[in-house]
C-alpha cells in the first residue's frame, strides 16, 4: 500500500490532485494509470480512496470516491533535538522520530551545537516522505530555533522529559503515567556533547524531569530515537 500527499488547497469538490514529484512518484515510479485507485492523505488528518481520472505531464487527478478523517493520537510527542553537525545523521533522526510518532520536531543551537545551517527544503520533503511510509495523515511540522531558551519560551506543552547521561539510570525512571495523562510532551535531546550544566540547570528550573535512556552513552540520534520509541 502506498500513500500520495495532497495538501487541503488541492483537494476541492471531490477531487484530490497530486503535483509536482507526488504526480512523478505516481505517474512514473508507480506507473499509476487512469482507472486506478489511489489513497492520498492531506498532512491534517484526511485520508481519501479515490480513483484516477486523468493524468499530465504535471498533475495526477483523482476523483474521491471515500474519505477519512483521523485525530492525532495522545498524548501528542513533540522531539525538541540538539542540531547535530552530520547532516545524514540529522536527517535520519527527524524520519525516524516522525515514522515513530512525532507530532513536532524542534530542531535548536545549543552551547555544543556544531554545525549552523540547515537545509528546511530537505526535512520538509522528508517529513512527508516518512508520514507516507508509515501511514499516517498528519504531517509533522519541522522547526528549527536559535537556542534553546527561544524553543522553550515558544513550544507548548504540558510536560518536559530531557534525556541525560549522566543521570543515574535507577533514579531516572520515565514517569508513563504523567505522558500518557497529557495533551503534549517535550522528549529533549542534545546535540553532540550532550546539554551544558548551564542548559541543564536552565531545564529543570523550567520544570524539566531528567531521566535515563539506560546506561550506555549512545549518539544524538539514537538518543532521539531510543526516546521516542519508548511511547510506541
Same mark, same amino acid.
Request: some cysteine; overall charge negative.
Given at each position: 500500500?502506498?500513500?500520495?500527499?495532497?495538501?487541503?488547497?488541492?483537494?476541492?469538490?471531490?477531487?484530490?490532485?497530486?503535483?509536482?514529484?507526488?504526480?512523478?512518484?505516481?505517474?512514473?515510479?508507480?506507473?499509476?494509470?487512469?482507472?486506478?485507485?489511489?489513497?492520498?492523505?492531506?498532512?491534517?488528518?484526511?485520508?481519501?480512496?479515490?480513483?484516477?481520472?486523468?493524468?499530465?505531464?504535471?498533475?495526477?487527478?483523482?476523483?474521491?470516491?471515500?474519505?477519512?478523517?483521523?485525530?492525532?493520537?495522545?498524548?501528542?510527542?513533540?522531539?525538541?533535538?540538539?542540531?547535530?553537525?552530520?547532516?545524514?545523521?540529522?536527517?535520519?533522526?527527524?524520519?525516524?522520530?516522525?515514522?515513530?510518532?512525532?507530532?513536532?520536531?524542534?530542531?535548536?543551537?545549543?552551547?555544543?551545537?556544531?554545525?549552523?545551517?540547515?537545509?528546511?527544503? !530537505?526535512? @520538509?520533503?522528508? #517529513? %512527508?516522505?516518512? /508520514?507516507? =511510509?508509515? *501511514?499516517?495523515?498528519?504531517?509533522?511540522?519541522?522547526?528549527?530555533?536559535?537556542?534553546?531558551?527561544?524553543?522553550?519560551?515558544?513550544?507548548?506543552?504540558?510536560?518536559?522529559?530531557?534525556?541525560?547521561?549522566?543521570?543515574?539510570?535507577?533514579?531516572?525512571?520515565?514517569?508513563?503515567?504523567?505522558?500518557?495523562?497529557?495533551?503534549?510532551?517535550?522528549?529533549?535531546?542534545?546535540?553532540?556533547?550532550?546539554?551544558?550544566?548551564?542548559?541543564?540547570?536552565?531545564?529543570?528550573?523550567?520544570?524539566?524531569?531528567?531521566?535515563?535512556?539506560?546506561?550506555?552513552?549512545? !549518539?544524538? @540520534?539514537?538518543? #532521539? %530515537?531510543?526516546? /521516542?520509541? =519508548?511511547? *510506541?
Amino acid at each position: 500500500m502506498n500513500n500520495f500527499y495532497a495538501p487541503p488547497s488541492q483537494i476541492n469538490n471531490g477531487f484530490a490532485e497530486l503535483l509536482d514529484q507526488e504526480a512523478i512518484h505516481a505517474s512514473k515510479v508507480m506507473r499509476a494509470r487512469e482507472g486506478d485507485t489511489l489513497t492520498i492523505v492531506d498532512g491534517v488528518g484526511g485520508c481519501y480512496e479515490g480513483i484516477i481520472r486523468r493524468i499530465t505531464k504535471k498533475s495526477v487527478q483523482v476523483e474521491i470516491k471515500d474519505e477519512e478523517h483521523r485525530s492525532r493520537s495522545k498524548p501528542e510527542l513533540v522531539l525538541g533535538m540538539g542540531i547535530i553537525k552530520k547532516r545524514d545523521r540529522l536527517e535520519f533522526a527527524v524520519e525516524k522520530a516522525i515514522e515513530l510518532g512525532a507530532a513536532q520536531i524542534c530542531l535548536f543551537r545549543s552551547e555544543h551545537t556544531i554545525k549552523e545551517n540547515v537545509r528546511m527544503d !530537505r526535512l @520538509e520533503s522528508l #517529513a %512527508i516522505s516518512a /508520514m507516507k =511510509q508509515s *501511514l499516517q495523515s498528519h504531517l509533522c511540522n519541522v522547526e528549527v530555533y536559535h537556542s534553546l531558551d527561544m524553543m522553550l519560551d515558544t513550544v507548548s506543552v504540558d510536560n518536559m522529559l530531557v534525556a541525560h547521561e549522566k543521570v543515574d539510570e535507577t533514579n531516572g525512571d520515565i514517569d508513563y503515567k504523567s505522558v500518557r495523562n497529557s495533551e503534549r510532551t517535550l522528549l529533549l535531546v542534545g546535540p553532540e556533547g550532550g546539554f551544558s550544566e548551564t542548559e541543564i540547570s536552565n531545564l529543570t528550573d523550567k520544570g524539566g524531569e531528567l531521566v535515563s535512556l539506560g546506561p550506555n552513552r549512545l !549518539r544524538a @540520534e539514537t538518543a #532521539a %530515537i531510543a526516546f /521516542m520509541s =519508548q511511547f *510506541l
